[in-house]
């Protein structure tokens, strides 16, 4: 199969390629909710100052702590298996996939506060975006997830080595950049003013 | 399997529905897309028909709506966007390049089902069709009670789809040009893909996450675009022509690669100005992030954004008239034969320079207040997109019909059809322009009399256009089992897919050719040529 034939050479290349040009992707769609945020944000100053002191910043920040965490485990996943260090690589993903869990048991939880003292997405424009852009970005961590857990499984089956490696590579990628996303997300929507 | 055996050998549905050959998948986009062409074709005949009279007749203002928007949303979305991108630039892209598949072939396979799952989401919104328009704006997308939700939500789909496949186009034409393909060696119609990719890529999402918001909007009551909550329906208007405007590139780009392969070709001379091609290719897709602002010059926009925004407008014909320019030259002097794809390219430049030129009207704010959603504005944008875009892709498959059939179409019907499409396309669209001028407002299901002599007119046009694409996809269909035998380059082409059989093994080549120069050495016979 032609397919094959091609894996052996340019697959890492193209691989990591195909990766920066999706993240690429995902930078414009999440631009076009902090584009909305910046606009009304300029339009709203008070209102949205006002609004994000209802919010949990101890919860958000402890989210923050999760993530960047979450993103050091990958790290180590990664740097592991680069030298063949199999069961670490497993041992990085596992903690990663869990942090991500324990990111979205908070996410829950703050959500779940928020509707009690009735917040909803309909509330107004702050909490529209707010709800908007935790939610896509949760969306984002979920579908991480579930790559992650394709890895683990992959990687019990011994598919992994340091020669290659390029799965775990990209998800890195991925999993970086939602990190990264959040890393915005929290000051703009937690630490205004 | 014998390496020769032709992409086509194997038979029955799961070889083509689990199928991961690029070729297989650019012709299940082509029949896709084309169904579409057709179905949304026979809408615009049922409008124009509607249109034949002035005051109330067949189908009710409502019904007309529904139709337009159906009419607009799939010729865009489901024919015009994909047709040429996906189908002959998913099976051609490969071969140009000298490569055995794209680089990511599953990938490219999930893209063609996370189409057609858009296509089937949005079938299920035709329970309460939408009559917004395609453009979906606010508020009245967020209000009604059709199934915008669902088409949004299908069209989201259709994007991810699109954006997966510019994907794969970019990693594949930088990762797997064969040995000597330097980027300056490159088939043109490979840069005008290139640049379309990155359209694709980076304005798509864009779209995405507009449609979101509007779902959002509509299921959840957020007001980013209700000014009743404080939101700005005007903010959405950015963002969908952030997307549309630089879509229209999309559309035309591939198209425009497709012109500089035929022109060379058939005047058996070498392109002229192969860099300036390529270069306007990519600086048509940079600019065309530039100018969405000129679909809202009368939407409430500052003048000083207006200006700017008409400036840019202005910036981004340069290049394309660059293009046209080259290819005029090209033909200077040559040895032209007038075979049906040569046929259809010359169309693409005469209709384009009267479409893109009318652009600069619109384009212009003064003129623009005067014309602004008028049938100026439908005249323009079918001159460039059926005009510039349909011809381009006509073009495109009466060139390489024999490569992916490995039949050659009946030249006397093309051509038959050729008279018929022309003539019928500027009696349809020609008076639209008079009517825009003189003040007829578009997407109106009724309009007063005095512009009746040229409507009439133009419904008469779309009959002869309707009669042309019929003798055409007779042609096409029926050459399928009768027309002659291709050999493997009847048009003495120089590109790479012309040197494999036709239609082309499953592998593409046997051996992953050696390029040693660029591919348009034409006109050897008479020692003109660029000598490199």
């Known amino acids: ?193 | 399997m014998s390496q020769t055996e032709s992409y086509l050998a194997h038979k029955g549905f799961k070889s083509w529905a689990l199928t991961m050959d690029h070729k297989r998948i650019g012709v299940m986009y082509l029949v896709t897309t084309h169904l579409f062409f057709l179905i949304g074709g026979f809408l615009a005949l049922l409008l124009r028909l509607k249109l034949l009279s002035p005051g109330p007749a067949l189908f009710s203002a409502h019904t007309y709506d529904v139709l337009f928007t159906m009419h607009g949303a799939m010729m865009i979305f489901l024919f015009i966007i994909p047709a040429i991108p996906s189908s002959l630039g998913n099976f051609f892209i490969p071969l140009l390049i000298g490569a055995r598949d794209v680089a990511f072939p599953k990938l490219n396979l999930f893209s063609y089902y996370l189409f057609v799952s858009g296509i089937l989401v949005i079938l299920i919104s035709l329970v309460q069709p939408i009559d917004t328009g395609w453009t979906f704006y606010t508020p009245f997308s967020a209000e009604n009670s059709a199934a915008v939700t669902t088409v949004s939500f299908g069209l989201f789909l259709v994007g991810m789809s699109s954006i997966l496949t510019g994907l794969n186009f970019i990693v594949t034409i930088h990762t797997l040009r064969a040995p000597g393909m330097t980027w300056y060696r490159l088939p043109l119609f490979i840069w005008g893909m290139y640049g379309t990719s990155v359209i694709q890529v980076l304005s798509t999402p864009v779209i995405g996450i507009t449609f979101l918001l509007l779902v959002a909007e509509r299921l959840f009551g957020v007001g980013f675009f209700d000014p009743a909550k404080g939101g700005d329906p005007l903010l959405f208007q950015h963002f969908f022509w952030f997307y549309s405007h630089p879509v229209v590139y999309v559309m035309i780009l591939p198209a425009m690669g497709i012109i500089s392969e035929v022109i060379p070709c058939f005047a058996r001379k070498p392109i002229f100005g192969y860099k300036a091609i390529a270069y306007s290719a990519l600086a048509i897709a940079f600019i065309s992030f530039l100018v969405w602002g000129h679909h809202m010059f009368v939407s409430g926009m500052s003048t000083t954004a207006g200006v700017i925004f008409s400036f840019l407008t202005f910036f981004v014909a340069v290049p394309t008239g660059m293009k046209i320019f080259n290819w005029i030259a090209t033909l200077y002097k040559g040895s032209i034969s007038l075979d049906s794809p040569m046929l259809w390219a010359l169309t693409f430049i005469f209709l384009f320079i009267i479409g893109g030129l009318t652009g600069l009207f619109l384009g212009s704010l003064a003129t623009d207040v005067h014309v602004h959603d008028t049938y100026f504005l439908v005249a323009h944008f079918h001159y460039t997109m059926m005009g510039g875009t349909v011809m381009g892709l006509f073009s495109g498959l009466h060139y390489w019909y024999p490569k992916i059939t490995g039949r050659m179409l009946d030249e006397r019907w093309a051509k038959h059809a050729w008279w018929m499409i022309v003539v019928g396309f500027n009696v349809t669209f020609f008076p639209m322009f008079i009517l825009g001028m003189q003040g007829m407002p578009r997407r109106y299901a009724e309009y007063p009399a005095k512009y009746h002599s040229l409507n009439v007119l133009a419904t008469v046009g779309s009959w002869l256009l309707a009669v042309g694409i019929v003798i055409m996809f007779a042609n096409f269909i029926r050459s399928l089992n009768r027309g002659a035998i291709a050999p493997a380059n009847p048009w003495e082409a120089l590109t790479l897919e012309w040197q494999v059989p036709s239609p082309p093994p499953e592998e593409n080549f046997e051996v992953i050719p050696t390029v040693t120069d660029w591919p348009y050495s034409y006109g050897k016979e008479t020692g003109d040529t660029r000598g490199k």
């Open chain 1, 1 to 193: 199969m032609a397919s094959k034939e091609k894996a052996g050479k340019g697959a890492p290349v193209a691989a990591r390629l195909g990766i920066w040009t999706f993240l690429a992707t995902e930078l414009l769609l999440f631009g076009g909710l902090f584009t909305a945020y910046t606009v009304f944000r300029i339009t709203y100053p008070d209102l949205f100052h006002q609004e994000h002191l209802k919010l949990n910043r101890l919860l958000g920040a402890l989210n923050t702590v999760v993530l960047l965490t979450s993103s050091l485990s990958m790290a180590v996943a990664i740097a592991a298996i680069r030298q063949g260090k199999k069961r670490l690589m497993q041992a990085g993903i596992v903690l990663t996939l869990v942090l991500a869990a324990a990111f979205l048991a908070i996410k829950y939880m703050e959500w779940t506060e928020d509707f009690a003292r009735g917040l909803y997405p309909g509330s107004n424009l702050f909490f529209g975006l707010y709800f908007v852009m935790t939610g896509l970005h949760g969306l984002h961590v979920i579908f991480g997830m579930c790559v992650m857990l394709y890895l683990v499984v992959q990687g019990q089956r011994n598919r992994f080595s340091a020669d290659y490696h390029t799965p775990v590579e990209i998800t890195g990628l991925y999993w970086h950049f939602v990190d990264l996303v959040w890393i915005y997300l929290f000051p703009l929507l937690y630490l205004i003013g």
